[in-house]
């Protein structure tokens, strides 16, 4: 079977013969064959066994012709080369035992060493690598969620003792910031070597913040992340949820696809960051629990909003829920690679 290089040449906004697809959270908790798996083995003892791993990996690519595998793993893991320690709870995520809470808390940490602390995710995508015949994305969580988790202990609905951290102790803030950013940037290299065709930056929680703070409290770290992958050659996509009032300054960080939530219209999110750059999304995935009439009406609604333009990769907006039928998901990966729109008036965009 030839390599489906489709999903690659929209992240470089070339010209494909169908709109890629992929879906984030694809691999895990929808599947019946993954909670099998769950039945017998915990989530942080299938992250650690490089076979179980890819096994997860390939088990939405054997249901539905999606345009890139996204590696099965979790943005947490390098906390505990960090020496974090932690435990990785399904439908809550990585729980810290000892929260980052001030200065003398960050001297505990150290940085990151992929190649010594996390072998076995570097062993997965090698495994991937020798079987897939789609691109394998790897993944990394951005600098700012990853301090949300180390200060807040676990995921949170307003992150508000991250933002007194960042406020109240700039200091430590900044210390904690530059070592998160060195140890993201160790990884995201690490996993490039390894194998991975494009990577995601998820700075899942970046949308808390309001552009003053986050100019100066986290873009700094993340463009010197950016800059650091985008040296692997790799195609980098950047995603974060309530983004809209920060999309020209995600853009500026220089990454090849700004990802999408489903709260901004695709169109005019792309139109603001000039076509300068691909874009991913952005279909609500709550739309995936409701009849396929309803799902192909709001996916339709999404392509017309890209135009036809090249670089657009569909996906949803925020990860697949556990209620999603995987037979939804099927249908609708064939009705986007059928689907087709005249291209743009020459001109705009």
Not at 122 to 132: F, N, P, V, W, Y
Not at 189 to 195: F, L, N, Y
């Amino acid at each position: 079977m030839a390599f489906n290089d489709r999903f690659l040449r929209a992240c470089r906004r070339e010209p494909v013969d169908a709109t890629p697809v992929w879906f984030m959270r694809q691999a895990g908790r929808y599947l019946p064959e993954y909670r099998t798996l769950r039945k017998r083995y915990g989530f942080l003892e299938l992250c650690r066994q490089p076979e179980l791993a890819a096994e997860i990996t390939c088990m939405p690519l054997r249901r539905f012709e999606v345009d890139a595998a996204i590696l099965f793993s979790d943005l947490s893991l390098p906390f505990l080369g960090m020496g974090v320690p932690l435990t990785l709870e399904e439908g809550t995520g990585p729980v810290i035992e000892a929260p980052i809470r001030r200065t003398a808390d960050i001297a505990r940490l150290r940085v990151l060493e992929p190649e010594a602390d996390l072998p076995f995710v570097l062993e997965t995508i090698r495994l991937l690598r020798a079987e897939l015949r789609v691109p394998l994305i790897g993944f990394i969580g951005g600098p700012f969620t990853m301090a949300c988790y180390l200060v807040e202990g676990r995921a949170s609905r307003d992150f508000s003792r991250v933002r007194a951290l960042m406020f109240q102790e700039p200091r430590a803030w900044h210390a904690l910031m530059a070592l998160l950013t060195e140890s993201l940037s160790r990884y995201a290299r690490a996993q490039a070597a390894a194998g991975v065709h494009a990577l995601q930056i998820f700075e899942s929680w970046i949308g808390t913040l309001n552009p003053l703070d986050y100019r100066m409290f986290v873009h700094p770290y993340l463009q010197r992340l950016m800059e650091s992958v985008c040296l692997t050659g790799i195609p980098v996509i950047l995603f974060g949820t309530g983004t809209a009032a920060l999309l020209e300054d995600l853009a500026e960080t220089g990454g090849t696809v700004i990802g999408l939530d489903w709260r901004v219209p695709l169109d005019q999110a792309w139109a603001r960051l000039g076509y300068r750059v691909a874009v991913q999304g952005n279909l609500d995935p709550a739309v995936l629990l409701t009849p396929f009439e309803v799902v192909a009406a709001h996916a339709e609604r999404i392509l017309r909003q890209a135009g036809g333009r090249p670089g657009h990769i569909f996906n949803t907006g925020h990860g697949l829920l556990p209620e999603t039928p995987p037979d939804t998901v099927a249908r609708l990966v064939d009705w986007i690679h059928t689907y087709r729109l005249d291209p743009p008036v020459e001109g705009r965009g």
